[in-house]
C-alpha cells in the first residue's frame, strides 16, 4: 500500500532551537496538508498546498512557523524558534478527497 | 465554513454488540462527508467517505455509515464490534468556502472502548 512517510517519528528538543519535520507525500498525489493534534484543540490544519503551492496557511502561527515544498516529493514543517506550547502530534497528509495520513511526528519541547 | 458535531466523546460497549457513533455536520449545501480512525499512537486512517450516489457506504473493517440530508446526520455504524475496534473516531466535513473539497475539518472525536 502506499503510503505518507513522516520522519522523525519522535523529536524532544529544548525551547528556543529550531525543528524540521519532513514528509514524503504518495506519489501523484498533488494536495499535501499539514495538521496539529493535541489533546486541547483537537486536529488543526496548519497548512495546505496543491501542486506544492501554498494555497492556505492561516492555521499557523506566522512569526515562528514554516511549510514548504521544496519538490514533489517532499514538504517540510519549521518550527524557529520552538516553544513548549508547540508540543503536539504534528501530521502530514496526501490526497484529496478524503487525504491519507501519515503516522505523525511527536514533538516534545521542554 | 462548514462544521461538525460529534456528540459523544465517549461510548463503552460490550464485544460483538452493536454499536453507533454520531456525526452532525452544518451545511445548506451538498457535502462530502468522511470518517476516520485512530489507533493508539498511530496516524489516521480512512474508514469510509460519501461522495455522491447511495446514502449508505460501507467502508472498511465492516463499519458502515448513512447519509441522511434532511437529519444532517452522517451517524457511523458497526453490527457486532471485536477488541480491535477500539480507537478514536472522528467525523470530516470539507471547508468549502474558499478551497472547493479539500480541506477538512474534523470533528472533536468519539473515543470507542471495548469491553470484552
Known amino acids: 500500500d502506499a503510503r505518507v512517510t513522516q520522519t522523525p517519528r519522535h523529536k524532544v528538543t529544548e525551547m528556543g532551537q529550531e525543528v524540521t519535520m519532513r514528509c514524503q507525500p504518495i506519489l501523484g498525489h498533488n494536495t499535501v496538508f499539514w495538521y496539529r493534534q493535541t489533546m486541547m484543540q483537537g486536529l488543526e490544519l496548519l497548512a495546505y498546498?496543491?501542486?506544492?503551492?501554498?494555497?492556505?496557511d492561516s492555521g499557523m502561527p506566522k512569526d515562528r512557523f514554516s511549510a514548504e515544498m521544496p519538490d514533489a516529493t517532499l514538504a517540510t514543517l519549521k518550527i524557529q524558534p520552538s516553544e513548549p506550547r508547540d508540543s503536539a502530534v504534528y501530521f502530514c497528509?496526501?490526497?484529496?478527497?478524503?487525504?491519507?495520513f501519515g503516522s505523525g511526528t511527536r514533538l516534545t519541547v521542554v | 465554513a462548514q462544521s461538525v458535531t460529534q456528540l459523544d466523546s465517549q461510548v463503552p460497549v460490550f464485544e460483538e454488540a452493536p454499536v453507533e457513533l454520531r456525526c452532525n455536520y452544518s451545511?445548506?449545501?451538498?457535502?462530502?462527508l468522511f470518517w476516520y480512525v485512530q489507533y493508539p499512537n498511530q496516524g489516521l486512517q480512512l474508514l469510509l467517505k460519501?461522495?455522491?450516489?447511495?446514502?449508505l457506504v460501507k467502508g472498511i473493517n465492516g463499519f458502515e455509515a448513512e447519509f441522511n440530508k434532511s437529519q444532517t446526520s452522517f451517524h457511523l455504524r458497526k453490527p457486532s464490534v471485536h477488541i480491535s475496534d477500539t480507537a478514536e473516531y472522528f467525523c470530516?466535513?470539507?471547508?468549502?468556502?474558499?478551497?472547493?473539497?479539500?480541506?477538512?475539518?474534523f470533528g472533536t472525536g468519539t473515543r470507542l472502548t471495548i469491553i470484552p
Open positions: 498546498f496543491r501542486n506544492r503551492a501554498p494555497l492556505d
Open positions: 470530516a466535513v470539507p471547508d468549502i468556502s474558499n478551497f472547493g473539497n479539500e480541506k477538512l475539518t
Open positions: 451545511s445548506s449545501v451538498s457535502v462530502y
Open positions: 497528509a496526501s490526497g484529496s478527497p478524503g487525504p491519507t
Open positions: 460519501y461522495l455522491s450516489g447511495s446514502t
